[in-house]
């Protein structure tokens, strides 16, 4: 899998929008860009997923570069309850079996 | 629809003890697979069971070793625990172990497990 780098960390405040960067440089053009959270001590949680196209769900958006580079999760409006650390994955589209390679992730810590 | 589910929340152990940890998969999920969560750390993955055999594996020792059941639950097992086994330990599911079907993993609440 390639591999991401993402900021240690991140601050914003409620009700604005989070936009949180991930840089895969050396992605190829079978690999997916996954976005998971991890509120503290529960387990990762889906946000979106994508390949090329931006992609928008009840969760957040995801815009990718036309380089397919680097991406960016945005949550439009940012609550209390989105304070999490979020990792930016990448995974081959037709990998052979299920192993996500987690980095350290961003640390997105929203302020009232 | 029922998510995945881990038992139990947490666990003590003593140094060469072993360990079973169970995981219920979400409805019509075939596909397990498990990562072990240090402190601070990302999830690090150990093994995916696909219609209960071992699909792929991590860097991780043969002393970890795992099931798949008929109805796709499974378990990890720890033999021979060691202090630096105290971790979080995830289990996701997904529909498939591979493609589309396969690619997002919906993971458990985990189990803490602590070794002294």
């Known amino acids: 899998d390639a591999k991401t780098t993402q900021p240690t960390s991140m601050d914003c405040a409620e009700g604005r929008a989070a936009n949180l960067p991930c840089n895969h440089s050396t992605i190829s053009g079978n690999e997916y860009v996954y976005w998971y959270r991890q509120i503290h001590s529960q387990g990762p949680q889906y946000i979106i997923h994508g390949l090329k196209n931006n992609e928008t769900n009840e969760m957040a958006s995801l815009i990718i570069t036309e380089d397919r580079k680097s991406s960016t999760l945005i949550l439009p409006h940012a609550t209390l309850r989105d304070t999490a650390v979020y990792y930016c994955?990448?995974?081959?589209?037709?990998?052979?079996?299920?192993?996500?390679?987690f980095g350290a992730g961003t640390q997105v810590v929203v302020t009232p | 629809e029922t998510g995945v589910t881990q038992s139990p929340t947490h666990l003590i152990k003593t140094r060469g003890q072993q360990v079973t940890l169970r995981c219920s998969s979400q409805?019509?999920?075939?596909?397990v697979s498990w990562y072990q969560q240090a402190l601070g750390q990302g999830p690090q993955f150990i093994f995916q069971?696909?219609?209960?055999?071992?699909?792929g594996r991590g860097n991780f020792p043969p002393r970890f070793s795992g099931l798949q059941f008929p109805n796709y639950s499974s378990e990890l097992n720890v033999n021979a625990l060691e202090l630096d086994d105290s971790a979080l330990y995830l289990c996701?599911?997904?529909?498939?172990?591979?493609?589309?079907?396969?690619?997002?993993?919906?993971f458990g609440p985990g189990t803490r497990l602590t070794v002294l």
């Open positions: 996701a599911s997904s529909l498939e172990a591979t493609g589309p079907r396969g690619a997002t993993q919906y």
């Open positions: 994955i990448v995974r081959e589209k037709t990998d052979s079996w299920g192993k996500f390679q």
């Open positions: 069971y696909y219609r209960e055999e071992e699909n």
């Open positions: 409805s019509g999920h075939n596909t």
